[in-house]
């Protein structure tokens, strides 16, 4: 079955860069996406990236794939204090909200 | 649109009461999903519906769990009884189906605390 894994914690000092990183094991997810949730709050979609692309640039997120290793990896450049949360790695076989699959999320803090 | 909307944010209760939990989904969404969040577990998936109809269920955890869509607008998550086991976030989600890319909208979740 699909798996979706993920560090649990990530330190960075603010202005840093941030990059959390995913691996997955289902080679024909079609769609991957990251997922934000801040303290008391709901999942927030971030960004997605389609399979047949090795990168996304949005504003200050870059996400890069490795089909051949399954791996993703989210960048966020000068990480700030407002970028303090859980992170989470996705992915969908079909695109399909019905079929996807969660990893455990990365909690990242950004010191001062 | 408000987004997904759940209530209560938080609730409190003692082993062996039920416990309802309420969902508004994004107006023409067609699929709604509730989750749960717990540190051992992460996020699970309990049950989704389509057009206010169950689809899967295979998530659910037990037969204490039930969940209900009466309406396009509402739906609903109960326990009855509950555990200090259930203590959770409890999630529910909405998203409109048919495209090759299906956003999923989160809710605030509510805080279960079963003591």
Redesign the interface.
């Known amino acids: 079955g699909e798996d979706v894994e993920q560090s649990l914690f990530l330190s960075v000092r603010e202005g840093d860069s941030s990059v959390i990183n995913c691996t997955y094991t289902d080679s024909s997810s079609t ?1 991957l996406y990251w997922y934000k949730q801040e303290p ?6 971030l960004t ?1 990236i ?1 399979s047949n692309m090795d990168m996304k640039q949005d504003q200050r997120l870059t996400v890069l794939l490795n089909k051949k290793d399954k791996h993703l990896s989210l960048r966020i450049a000068d990480t700030q204090t407002g970028d303090s949360a859980i992170y ?1 790695c996705a992915e ?1 076989i079909s ?4 079929q ?1 699959t ?4 990365t909690q990242l803090t950004v010191l001062p | 649109d408000a987004g997904v909307i759940q209530s209560p944010r938080h609730e409190v209760t003692e082993m062996g009461q039920e416990v309802t939990l309420r969902c508004k989904p994004i107006s023409g969404h067609d699929y709604l999903f509730w989750y749960r969040q717990t540190m051992m577990r992460g996020l699970e998936l309990l049950i989704y519906f389509n057009n206010n109809v169950p689809i899967d269920d295979s998530g659910m955890p037990e037969d204490r769990f039930s969940a209900k869509m009466p309406n396009a607008s509402f739906s609903t998550l109960k326990i009855q009884p509950s555990e200090p086991r259930d203590s959770a976030v409890y999630f529910c989600a909405s998203t409109q189906g048919g495209s090759s890319n299906e956003k999923l909208f989160f809710g605030s979740g509510t805080q279960l605390s079963v003591l």
């Not at chain 1, 008391?40 to 979609?45: S, Y």
């Not at chain 1, 695109?95 to 019905?98: I, Q, T």
């Not at chain 1, 969660?102 to 999320?105: A, D, L, Q, W, Y």
Request: proline share 0%; hydrophobic share 40%.
């Open positions: 769609y008391g709050a709901g999942l927030q979609l997605y389609f989470f969908s695109g399909s909200a019905r996807l969660f990893g455990s999320g």
